[in-house]
């Protein structure tokens, strides 16, 4: 059998790879400790699960349209135009199983082969993936730890040309649970405008921030009629296997993705988008204490790592992923690379983390953790991790 050429440049989400690994050693007997997976490990709230059981029992069960439900797209439009400050109309709205998709479609919507497509790097991964999937030129844009993973805004201007299609951001971000300030996103803002390029804005966390504000791109003057808005329900309320996003965009360019999921997927599961109803405009009291749990954890991992000789890590904003600097660690250790590091101490230490290279090749000297995971569990691993390192030499 021969693929299609551009399969080779298909990539993948180490996270899951990484996974099976520690799965495999479990399956041994070891006790693995797993800060791997991006997946919030509180339950989907129980009124979200009933709605989906009733409208089981009341015959969603059939096809609906490839956009989404009618009543699913109002709610997610009232809710996107209340919290970004913007107004929104349903027929802007696509959803889609998992917000993934929309990263898939916007970008083979937009951009082909002679396109660039700016991305933050360290970002996640699929993003890289499905730029160079569709044939376009990937573009990184530097992440700068001394920025707090913020980026140069010269860096960006000197890369944004005529040949940019898209800007992508990702806000607050994986993996370094950082956020874009008012200021970057006005450069931001300032720096399109003088292009025909429109913004892929992942605000896939935007309601897991602890400090300061969450801004969405949207919210500067003529920049939501050139942004597409990725969101989702997988982590906001712990909904990772119902596979349930959405997009926010242009009309015109909703009634394409819309016909991409006609072509691809049909539609999303219709019970599901029920749930989605209610996960909006019910109560939100488990998604805050998820988030004041979430807050807790970053704190005890934050401070755990800093104590640990060579490692370094700042404080993030938003998310639930820590971006620690081991690049003394990986010196001492004589480690080739970070991947490396990651491997052993899976392999050593029974804890599963990801290498920062993971998530582009300016992730080289940093691991992620995922703090999604309880105190008692944290705990453990930040033990693992400073005997682990207490060995090295």
């Not at 050693?25 to 919030?40: D, F, K, M, N």
């Not at 129980?46 to 989404?68: K, M, Q």
């Not at 919210?219 to 997009?247: Q, V």
């Amino acid at each position: 059998m021969k693929l299609a050429q551009r399969m080779s440049r298909l990539g993948t989400e180490t996270a899951f790879e990484v996974l099976v690994r520690a799965k495999a050693l479990e399956a041994q007997g070891r006790e693995v400790v797993h800060l791997e997976i991006g997946e919030p490990d509180f339950d989907t709230p129980a009124n979200i699960i009933e709605a989906a059981c009733r409208a089981l029992r009341s015959g969603y069960t059939h096809y609906v349209p490839s956009a989404g439900i009618p009543e699913l797209r109002e709610a997610i439009a009232e809710d996107v135009s209340k919290s970004r400050g913007i107004q929104v109309n349903p027929n802007q709205v696509v959803v889609t199983p998992g917000a993934k998709p929309i990263m898939f479609f916007v970008i083979l919507a937009l951009a082909e082969s002679g396109d660039e497509v700016i991305y933050p790097n360290p970002g996640f991964p699929i993003y890289e993936s499905m730029i160079n999937f569709v044939g376009a030129t990937p573009v990184p844009l530097r992440l700068l730890e001394e920025r707090e993973f913020g980026f140069d805004v010269d860096e960006l201007r000197s890369k944004v040309n005529p040949r940019t299609k898209l800007i992508i951001i990702n806000s607050p971000h994986n993996p370094c649970g950082s956020m874009l300030s008012r200021e970057e996103l006005a450069a931001i803002a300032e720096i399109v405008s003088k292009y025909d390029a429109m913004i892929l804005s992942d605000e896939i966390y935007s309601r897991i921030v602890y400090d300061g504000e969450f801004v969405s791109i949207t919210s500067f003057p003529g920049m939501a009629e050139r942004t597409i808005i990725l969101d989702g329900f997988s982590k906001t309320y712990a909904m990772t296997g119902w596979r349930m996003g959405y997009g926010v965009m242009p009309e015109a360019l909703a009634a394409q993705v819309a016909k991409l999921m006609t072509n691809s997927n049909s539609c999303t599961a219709a019970f599901t988008q029920v749930a989605g109803i209610e996960a909006l405009r019910g109560p939100q009291d488990e998604s805050r204490k998820m988030v004041a749990a979430f807050k807790e954890r970053r704190d005890f991992i934050v401070k755990g790592l800093n104590e640990i000789p060579g490692i370094h890590c700042l404080l993030p904003k938003g998310a639930f992923y820590v971006f620690p600097n081991v690049k003394e660690i990986v010196r001492r250790g004589k480690f080739a690379n970070t991947k490396v590091l990651a491997d052993a101490l899976l392999q050593e230490a029974g804890v599963a983390t990801l290498s920062g290279t993971a998530f582009g090749e300016y992730g080289e000297g940093y691991l992620r953790l995922s703090y999604a995971n309880s105190i008692q569990n944290l705990e453990k691993a930040l033990q693992r991790i400073g005997e682990f390192v207490a060995k090295l030499p």
